[in-house]
């Protein structure tokens, strides 16, 4: 199954958050607007796994029946599934946890065992805001949807402990069209446990938006004409503007709130991504750039290492540039237009010399139709 990405963060080899005092008085969290929407986002979180799964970790000895009676949880049973490996695998792990000698192959309960009673205080932390997380988290991602047509959306979150691979948290699909986000608290929220409950939930709660955003956006895209038909002017760029604009939105779920604005926290890092934007776009347009170099470029751009190594980031920037500048309202209207108009609303700022903005090619500007400043 597909997972998530990494942090945007990490993309782009950043460390610590600064301190949110030092930002500007003017800055915004793009995804911590709120304000009244047509959207009906309901997400629901279960931490029944997680609770089990500690339960079991805190007997004295291993027990063969948690085994069964744990993938008969729909967090643990999904956990294996995207493992793709059979389910004795994961007895074997569960009781590698309770053996100095034995190595976990695929799901490390050895160290949850290790640190329970610090996961058991995040899993108390957690339930005890756990309606106003689900609410903060609905909230958000009605906030970065256009609001000219309605969405509804119902994600299930499972909170669990051990899940394979190094995720810390999987999308899956679900009966009737619904999805399900399995998290791995350990992993989610294993670094901020030294920090107040409430900056937790908020980090859980970011998390959450963004896997439930991804999904809402792409039913927006799915139901609007404006995304659904190509754009011939763009030519050989409507791909990679695309991927951009796509991916942009959801990236910003991926930064933590003290990194906003990114022209003044992310700068460096975001100079480079818009530089390296630019230059594929001088490519695919140059009338002497061979159809073979062509197509392995479009081809990377549909990949999805691309959304997370190049798309995601620099679409990021070009959000956050315009939320700053004009505004969640002018965003969502820039996002109803369609992958041009989101570029135009963007150009629009960089042209105007707003908010420390890092041009785009002239190639860009002039496949969208935004001349150039006098």
Known sequence: MKRVPLLLLLSVGCASPPQRAAAPAQARVPYAGGGATPHAIEIRVDSRAAREVLAAMARPQFEAADGSALRALPAVRLAIQDSGRPPDVFDRDLAAAFDEESRPAVFDFRSIRAERERWDALLATVSAGESELQGKAAASVATLLPDDRPIALQLQVLLSFGLAGLADHLLLPAPEGRTVMVVDLARALGESTSEPAENQRTRLARLIAGGAYRQAWTSYRNASPAWQRRDSDLGQLEPLLRSVAEAGPVALFSVDENFFPLSVWL???????????????????APDTDLDKRMEMTAEVR????????????????????????????????????????????????????????????????????????
């Open 303 to 374: 990949r999805p290492e691309f959304a997370r190594r190049l798309a995601g980031p620099a679409g990021a920037f070009l959000s956050d540039a315009i939320v700053q500048a004009e505004g969640l309202p002018a965003f969502r209207r820039a996002l109803a237009g369609g992958p041009r108009a989101f570029f135009q609303a963007y150009d629009r700022i960089a042209q105007a010399g707003g908010r420390d903005a890092i041009p785009l090619a002239k190639v860009i500007q002039d496949r969208i139709g935004v001349p150039p400043a006098p």
């Open 267 to 285: 700068k460096e890092p975001m100079k480079r991504n818009i530089g390296d934007l630019n230059r594929m776009a001088e490519i695919l347009a």
